[in-house]
């Protein structure tokens, strides 16, 4: 039986584990770019640390992405990749936020035309079925 993560009230402690994603946060907006990884065992509350810190975030120079794996295919993760980055930026900046990819690409258009251009070319390649081009373009996209 697996358990859901804890978060708002229920979550507690971690500050060394956050404060130094915090850390790597501030690091990445100052041109730092280093991988992190979060590792332990089943049930040790990994991903209860992760949604905790993603909601928490304040930065308006940071949009936080985080993509379900799930058991889909790769046009379904790069739909929800395309999707999520959209829908994280519009929330960052208040705006109206939908949560299908075409309403997404339709309210960014005119903010933020580089990247729905991106997304299109992306989509197209995923049409072809040219993956290895679509996934580049998409780990470019960010």
Same mark, same amino acid.
């Given at each position: ?10 979550? %507690? ?8 994603? *915090?850390?790597?946060?501030?690091? @990445? ?29 304040? !930065? ?10 799930? !058991?889909? *295919? %790769? ?19 208040? *705006? ?10 339709? @309210? ?11 997304? !299109?070319?992306? *989509?197209?390649? @995923?049409?072809?079925?040219?993956? !290895? ?10």
């Amino acid at each position: 039986m697996f358990i859901e993560p804890v978060f708002g009230k229920k979550f %507690f402690g971690r500050e060394e584990v956050l404060a130094t994603l *915090n850390k790597r946060v501030t690091a @990445l907006k100052g041109g730092y770019r280093q991988n992190l990884a979060l590792s332990g065992p089943m049930l040790a509350g990994k991903s209860s640390i992760l949604r905790h810190f993603l909601k928490n975030i304040k !930065d308006a120079g940071v949009i936080p992405l985080y993509i379900e794996m799930g !058991d889909g *295919n %790769f046009k379904v993760f790069c739909v929800r990749t395309m999707a999520t980055l959209l829908y994280q930026y519009l929330k960052s900046r208040g *705006n109206k936020v939908e949560t299908d990819l075409k309403s997404l690409k339709s @309210l960014c258009r005119e903010m933020i035309p580089d990247t729905v251009r991106h997304i !299109d070319e992306i *989509n197209k390649l @995923l049409k072809s079925k040219k993956k !290895d081009a679509a996934y580049d373009k998409l780990l470019k996209l960010t």
